[in-house]
């Protein structure tokens, strides 16, 4: 028995096996019953081969694909998150997982062919049903069983087959119709009847407006909208309805998420109007003279006062520059810029870097690279070719994308790890922020840090101090603190700019800046126009000096 088998697999080994196509292997197990003992082995030896040929053409390279636009979900009712793979593979000994801002801590994850419930966030418990039913098929889609509003927001769909792993953002909006509005009769003012319009319960903020009997708008009076302890907005409008007005009027609201639209109507008769006497009417003259006056002599104060406010910006503006420079000087001088590339030898194979080094994104597909133990082959990252062991630096980086785009930054110890899944926090080695769908976090352990920024950062600054033991991160715009790492998780080792490339973002690193004339150390430190001593190398030794045009 055992030489008829290694005759089989020799013979099928020697054979162009990925030519055969299923009809010819149907047939060869139909008829393998009226064949001799060893024809019958060698029929299933080739069966089996072909099916392991067939199985690992599944395993092939994959895309995770959901919805183009958000999903609209009612509060309390069920939602289904699309995701799938493309090519449309069997997902079934797949591990699925989904999450929003931390990886760790999940929405659901099927793994090993059943659900996972250990580290499931407490919110989502007993409310996720993964849907297995389309699962050989690459259908992944999650459901959401008694939508909240706090389930509003991104998700994202993570399918990860071996070594190999793809994700996608799914958004999710949430929605709720309210009561009906509430009309009210509230006031005389300014010879007409005040009405009011109320609704409340609504999700998100609703449209409110009013019209008249032929759909015509009405502008309103006055508006207010809050929010109740549940969340969900109160909305109030009034108008004024003058006796010589249409006064069949109607007051709408829409929900335009769910483009569901209810509405109030009021008809206000002659009787309640009020009778407007003569003398009503001069004082009324009068008190629109006096207004006029009024404006005239307002207008030149406020003249006035727009001068002196202009003069007083511009003084301010001094003040904050000077600030500034004070601040940057208490934090990181001395200091150099350097001006990181990025290097080759160590980029994931689904990672496009420039010729000179200085950007990078994430394509569509694996690289043919060479497998050196230096390159990342499971997380999209890649590391600085410069090294640091002493000093104070800083670099900078361009994020790119406003909308979208999943990345990080920081630095990491030379010796941390490249194969495998790495967790980016500072026992593994590795000192970074993070940023997906514009929200940003600090990669601290054991749970990550939100940063709550005024505004989004285009440039992000990379210091590093080792005199001082921290990494900070700026906005390179604002000069605005981000966020503050002790370095002392990295202590006694080469230290390497570190980057992760996800889906849509794009990192570009600051190219040097031209040569110009040398200063002293002594010019460096008293010359006025530079409140930031940022010294980049030139040949020779010699520092460019700053500039009137140059970031401070």
């Known amino acids: 028995m055992h030489f008829l088998i290694h005759s089989a697999l020799h013979s099928i080994l020697s054979s162009p096996l990925h030519l055969f196509p299923v009809k010819l292997g149907v047939k060869m197990l139909v008829s393998s019953f009226s064949l001799?003992?060893?024809?019958?082995?060698?029929?299933?030896?080739?069966?089996?081969?072909?099916?392991?040929?067939?199985?690992?053409?599944d395993s092939a390279q994959f895309r995770v694909l959901g919805p183009e636009h958000p999903i609209t979900a009612v509060v309390g009712g069920d939602v289904v998150l699309p995701c799938h793979l493309s090519p449309r593979l069997n997902a079934e000994n797949m591990e699925v997982r989904w999450f929003r801002s931390r990886f760790s801590v999940y929405v659901h994850l099927y793994h090993g062919g059943q659900d996972h419930y250990s580290s499931q966030m407490p919110e989502y418990q007993e409310r996720t049903e993964f849907l297995k039913e389309g699962?050989?098929?690459?259908?992944?889609?999650?459901?959401?069983?008694r939508v909240r509003l706090t389930d509003e927001g991104q998700y994202q769909c993570l399918v990860k087959d071996g070594n190999s792993y793809e994700e996608a953002t799914v958004e999710l909006k949430v929605a709720v119709s309210g009561s009906s509005p509430l009309l009210s009769v509230e006031d005389y003012q300014d010879g007409g009847i005040r009405v009011g319009c109320r609704a409340t319960g609504w999700y998100p903020k609703p449209e409110m407006l009013w019209r008249?009997?032929?759909?015509?708008?009405?502008?309103?009076?006055?508006?207010?909208?809050?929010?109740?302890?549940?969340?969900?907005?109160?909305?109030?409008k009034s108008i004024i309805?003058?006796?010589?007005?249409?006064?069949?009027?109607?007051?709408?609201?829409?929900?335009?998420?769910?483009?569901?639209?209810?509405?109030?109507t009021i008809h206000i008769s002659d009787p309640f109007f009020p009778e407007v006497s003569p003398w009503v009417v001069a004082l009324a003259a009068a008190l629109a003279a006096c207004f006029a006056l009024f404006i005239v002599l307002l207008v030149f104060i406020l003249r006035l006062q727009a001068r002196h406010a202009a003069e007083l910006e511009e003084r301010d503006a001094e003040i904050r520059k000077h600030a500034a420079e004070l601040r940057w000087r208490n934090t990181i001088i001395p200091v150099e810029e350097v001006h990181v590339t990025l290097d080759a030898d160590t980029a994931h194979p689904q990672l496009i870097l420039s010729a000179d080094g200085k950007n990078v994104r994430r394509g569509d597909t694996r690289q043919a690279m060479p497998d050196n133990p230096e390159r990342f082959d499971t997380y999209h990252c890649v590391l600085g070719q410069e090294g640091f062991i002493s000093g104070r630096y800083f670099?900078?980086?361009?994020?790119?994308?406003?909308?979208?785009?999943?990345?990080?930054?920081?630095?990491?110890?030379?010796?941390?790890?490249?194969?495998?899944?790495?967790?980016?926090?500072?026992?593994?080695?590795?000192?970074?922020?993070?940023?997906?769908?514009?929200?940003?976090?600090?990669?601290?352990?054991?749970?990550?840090?939100?940063?709550?920024?005024?505004?989004?950062?285009?440039?992000?600054?990379?210091?590093l101090d080792f005199e001082g033991q921290k990494v900070a991160f700026f906005d390179a715009d604002s000069e605005n603190l981000l966020f503050t790492f002790p370095l002392a998780p990295l202590t006694g080792e080469r230290i390497r700019p570190w980057f992760r490339v996800g889906p849509i973002a794009r990192l570009s690193l600051k190219s040097a800046p031209p040569l110009a004339r040398a200063l002293s150390a002594e010019e460096l430190l008293l010359h006025p126009g530079c409140p930031l001593q940022s010294l980049s190398k030139v040949p020779g030794g010699c520092v460019a000096p700053c500039t009137p045009g140059s970031r401070n």
Request: charge should be neutral.
């Open 36 to 57: 001799p003992r060893s024809s019958l082995v060698l029929t299933w030896v080739r069966i089996f081969l072909f099916g392991f040929h067939v199985h690992k053409l």
């Open 241 to 264: 309805i003058q006796k010589t007005s249409k006064r069949n009027v109607s007051c709408f609201i829409r929900n335009m998420q769910l483009d569901q639209e209810k509405e109030s």
């Open 135 to 145: 699962i050989s098929f690459g259908n992944v889609s999650l459901r959401i069983l």
């Open 395 to 463: 670099w900078e980086v361009d994020v790119g994308t406003e909308e979208g785009g999943v990345w990080a930054m920081g630095v990491a110890r030379e010796s941390m790890k490249r194969k495998g899944w790495i967790n980016p926090a500072p026992q593994d080695g590795i000192l970074a922020i993070f940023q997906c769908g514009g929200q940003y976090w600090a990669l601290t352990s054991p749970d990550h840090k939100p940063l709550m920024l005024t505004q989004i950062p285009r440039t992000i600054r990379v210091y």
């Open 212 to 236: 008249d009997s032929q759909g015509q708008q009405f502008p309103s009076f006055a508006e207010s909208d809050s929010r109740d302890g549940n969340g969900y907005f109160e909305v109030e």
